[in-house]
DNA sequence: AAATTGGGAAACCGATAGGTTGCGCTTATA
DNA sequence: TATAAGCGCAACCTATCGGTTTCCCAATTT
């Protein structure tokens, strides 16, 4: 039942959480304002996201802030690589065409 | 009943099916052949990365070839770009920090 | 024309996702 | 010390996921 970061960012609230800690950390209190859904849901929402170490705890008091691992996020880059060739490729293709049509 | 890329991509199955025909467009049965699913679970999978548009087919008689669309990539990438710009700048943060290092 | 092959659609199934409500624990405030 | 605030956990519910099996259709072979 190993948790992944393709799964943790298949849920589009989870990319919200994510977008809005990246800028600042945040207690689940603070994020669930930004939702409509309870704090509980946020709450499990950050466990998925603790669980594959997108984000980390801060304790301060009674209140616990999550921040973005923002590192992590560079799986899904390196994942992206891949693919980035081959659009990449053909960017290179378009460049030779633009090239040989600026010859003629 | 919105089906998005990052849901697309969220199972393991599907980013493998994606890298297969990254290569060279497949048949269903030919890819299916990698896996260890009956071809109707890999059908499905196509049918999901259909739907939103990250493959193509390509009808050849009976058989179907099915192709990456690799520039739907983008939209991951785009994603990934607001984060890019935080650990890039952290890499910035500390070429500043060395060269203050190296002043002394 | 009959049999085979490639493929999608539908019905079904167990497991998981994402949400809610209710509870209990800890820390801060009155 | 009593009350309130911040949080996680567990139980529960419905919808969806990912898989299988069965069936049917179109295109090839024989």
């Known amino acids: 039942m190993r948790r992944d ?3 943790a960012i298949a849920d589009p609230t989870r ?3 994510i977008a809005l800690i990246a800028i600042q950390a945040m207690t689940p209190n603070a994020i669930a304002e930004h939702f409509d859904t309870t704090r509980q849901a ?7 996201l603790s669980e594959c170490e997108l984000i980390t705890q801060e304790h301060k008091g009674r209140e616990i ?23 990449q490729g053909r960017f290179d293709n378009l460049d ?3 090239a040989k049509m600026q010859k003629k």
């Open 5 to 7: 970061i393709f799964q």
């Open 15 to 17: 990319r919200a959480i």
């Open 42 to 48: 946020v709450s499990k929402h950050l466990r998925i």
């Open 65 to 87: 802030y999550y921040q973005l691992e923002v590192d992590r996020m560079r799986e899904v880059d390196k994942w992206l690589e891949q693919f980035r060739k081959i659009w």
């Open 96 to 98: 030779k065409l633009l």
